[in-house]
């Protein structure tokens, strides 16, 4: 298999250092997707809306495709694809795009305090000029609950937007359902559905999407290309732009197109399409061997988020007593997440964890693995070790580990705290 293409400068029992296990952050580029993207920046480097010459009509056929790659891969039609810069300008184009178009119906948005912060930022923007947001709370096992839903909608509701999966803990909102609760109540549905795409099986129709957020760069593709779809029919969703200009993209977002990019983007959809099913058996498998490997050899150790509903690539585990920084750097060859979020200054446990009913602690202590199509099973075996020799060494030197082992309730002791 390929490298995965960070520097090559180790190789241990034929494994190349360092690892990269953060594919929710980011994905390598399929070799594939770079290679139809290459003659789109020199030879074939057209402005896709010149519409009085090849050079021009050459790229927008490039881009037309694409756009039938993306659709198909979510069930949609390639008209409803509009391109953005990637999700965090679709979710912003998705939310106010319809905050301002749907004014005059009503200002009243319904979200998941485990979004991204791409949504939950943009809905708090919103609360500043006047809109009101509910942020559904998770369960334990980081899914919103449906009755939550129905009971939060009300007369002025225009939006739900809720994620198709999560880029943490890795679970699968209920989209379907969401989906027949809003196209009931004639509430639009936006979901991002970033680290869904061409991982696990997406239909906007058997899912009642209006509006959906995807991204390039975490399917193989390049950074900086993302699209929206937005639904044509049934009912037709409008939106309001946020960029003015020369009206590309059905007028809902303007500004020159990244051809090659938007090419790649198209190319990582179209490989995503043929070899989803085999590849989410072979990231699955891959994924419960290092959870088996973890629980069966280290305890005060569990997964976060609901294994029933979970993308293949995903395993979010908390090593209580160990502090998640710590041992990030104790396994400093392989390249992971931490439950920790460096906010100005000081590192705050994530939210998402937080909001599963987490204590600061035990979110501090967990690391997210994000496991890719360029990983192998021999990576997963290196991982593994590494870890769990990791894990045993850092618990030797806790106190509160030593303490539990030796029966002590932590919960029971009065601890001597100078406050700060
Ligand atoms: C990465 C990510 C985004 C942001 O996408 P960009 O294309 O990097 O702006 C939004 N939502 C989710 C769930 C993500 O994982």
Redesign the pocket.
Known sequence: MSTNGTNVNNDVNGVKLPIYLDN?ATTPMDPRVLESMIPYFTGKFGNAASRNHQFGWEAEAAVEKAREQIAKLIGATAKEIIFTS????S?NLAIKGVAEMYKEKGNHIITAVTE?K?VLDTCKRLEKYGYRVTYLPVGADGLINLEDLKRAIDDKTILVTI?AAN?EIGVLQPIDEIGAICKEKGILFHS?A??ALGKVPLDVNKSNISIM?L?G??LYGPKGV?ALYVRRKNPRVQLSAILDGGGHERGMRSGTLNVPGIVGFGKAAEIAMQEMPEESKRLSALRDRLMNKLLSNLDETHVNGTMERHLPGNLNISFVYVEGESLLMGINDIAVSSGSACTSATLEPSYVLKALGLGDDVAHSSIRFGIGRFNTEAEIDYVADRIIDTVKKLRELSPLYEMVKEGIDLSKIEWQTEGH
């Open positions: 929710h990637g999700a965090t300008e979710n991204h791409a994620m880029n991002d970033v680290q957020s991204t760069h975490k993302g």
